[in-house]
Antibody, heavy 116, light 110 residues
């Protein structure tokens, strides 16, 4: 069964860093674009970043550009989101989603809380 | 990044028809159409349709999507209690090189 599983969330102080992981199983993640989408408590969905199959192309939301870096290790079927200079407004549930014309497979999410 | 516009809430009676709308511009909805997702409280979103009216396997035929210029619509016929939830639209914005979402519509089945 195709699934993606996120990990790496936690509580971190403003200005610190965190790395999220998205492990894909039941498919070859290298054949799909993979995305990170976040949802602040009680709010809507907010696209964060995407990486193309092979890792050649990467896209970022303006709100995270220069602070977050998306990457993938196809040998491990895993996509990463390195988050630096975290802010309180980055507090959210971070979802990993596979794309096949749209976000068709979602994980359960990993919670990131940025607080002093 | 500018998002797509959805009404915050829609309420309809059991077995009635609800039409949800999602308005963007020629760079996103008007470019490649929109996808629709449903999210139940405490769960990840689930894809309902993409590129206007392509449904993944297992999605009810009571749902149909369409697009008119820069506005996408999702019509749900014969409303059931399980149709209650938060509906989001999404689209790729070719001008921003970014994915954009609508703010979500909470559908209540009375």
């Amino acid at each position: 069964q195709v699934q993606v599983v996120e990990s790496g969330g936690g509580v971190v102080q403003p200005g610190r860093s965190l790395r999220l992981s998205c492990a894909a199983s039941g498919l070859t993640s290298s054949s799909n674009d993979i995305h990170w989408v976040r949802q602040a408590p009680g709010k809507g969905l907010d696209w964060v970043a995407s990486v193309s199959y092979g890792g050649t192309y990467k896209w970022y939301a303006d709100s995270v550009k220069g602070r977050f870096t998306i990457s993938r290790d196809d040998s491990k079927n895993t996509v990463y989101l390195q988050m630096n200079s975290l802010r309180t407004e980055d507090t959210a549930l971070y979802y990993c989603a596979k794309e096949n014309n749209a976000f068709d497979i979602w994980g359960q999410g990993t919670m990131v809380t940025v607080s002093s | 990044q500018a998002g797509l516009t959805q009404p915050p809430s829609v309420s309809k009676g059991l077995r009635q028809t609800a039409t949800l709308t999602c308005t963007g511009n020629s760079n996103n909805v008007g470019y490649q159409g929109a996808a629709w997702l449903l999210q139940y409280q405490g769960h990840p979103p689930k894809l309902l349709s993409y590129r206007n009216n392509n449904r993944p396997s297992g999605i009810s035929e009571r749902l149909s999507a369409s697009r008119s210029e820069n506005t996408a619509s999702l019509t749900i016929t014969g409303l059931q209690p399980e149709d209650e939830g938060d509906y989001y639209c999404s689209a790729w914005d070719s001008s921003l090189s970014a994915w954009v979402f609508g703010g979500g519509t909470k559908l209540t089945v009375l």
